[in-house]
């Protein structure tokens, strides 16, 4: 089957190529690997086929996951950031625009993505979230304030998914908010 082939085809990729000790000793993917997964169309491998993906659906997308992750666990961390919150978040909750503009690099692994939520006063907790956008004058964008820590793949990454707190205003709450993703080049 399909995912048969990619499996061993991932297997042999890991086995021959990605050499875990170096990738620690550096504190960086080389190049070649990176290029090499998206080659093999890891990098978009539970996306959509019509859209260049492989179309694997979660069984698979674990299955290759589980080699990775075996053979060098940052490797595994840079592929799922790049695949579950740069690509998954733009077919989940992407516009039309954003898809077309930013779908087929990511999928082919032309460009990379990232996600930045840990803050400093925040962790890891989505929740808590303390960066704010603010809505331009204008209304045609975002004024981004906060800092963000621990972004993965955000030294490699072209495009980053960055969580902030935006206005909500109610009725009984004038200054409520609630958290958006953004996409940051």
Request: some cysteine.
């Amino acid at each position: 089957t399909k995912t048969d082939e990619a499996l061993a085809a991932v297997k042999h990729f890991a086995d021959t190529q990605i050499d875990d000790v170096l990738i620690d000793k550096i504190a960086d993917i080389p190049q070649s690997v990176i290029d090499g997964l998206a080659k093999l169309g890891v990098l978009g491998m539970a996306a959509p086929e019509d859209i260049g993906g492989k179309g694997f659906n979660q069984q698979g997308y674990c299955q290759i996951m589980e080699i990775i992750g075996g053979k060098c666990a940052s490797t595994a961390v840079f592929v799922n950031a790049h695949h579950s919150i740069g690509i998954r978040s733009l077919l989940l909750f992407g516009t039309e625009e954003q898809k077309k503009r930013w779908l087929p690099d990511l999928v082919a692994g032309k460009k990379l993505g990232a996600f930045a939520l840990t803050e400093p006063e925040a962790g890891s907790d989505a929740g808590n979230v303390q960066t704010r956008a603010v809505p331009t004058e204008d209304g045609t964008g975002y004024i981004l304030n906060g800092e963000k820590r621990y972004i993965t793949n955000g030294g490699i990454a072209d495009v980053l998914t960055v969580m902030a707190r935006t206005p909500a205003p109610t009725k009984d709450n004038p200054n409520e908010t609630k958290i958006t993703a953004f996409l940051v080049t």
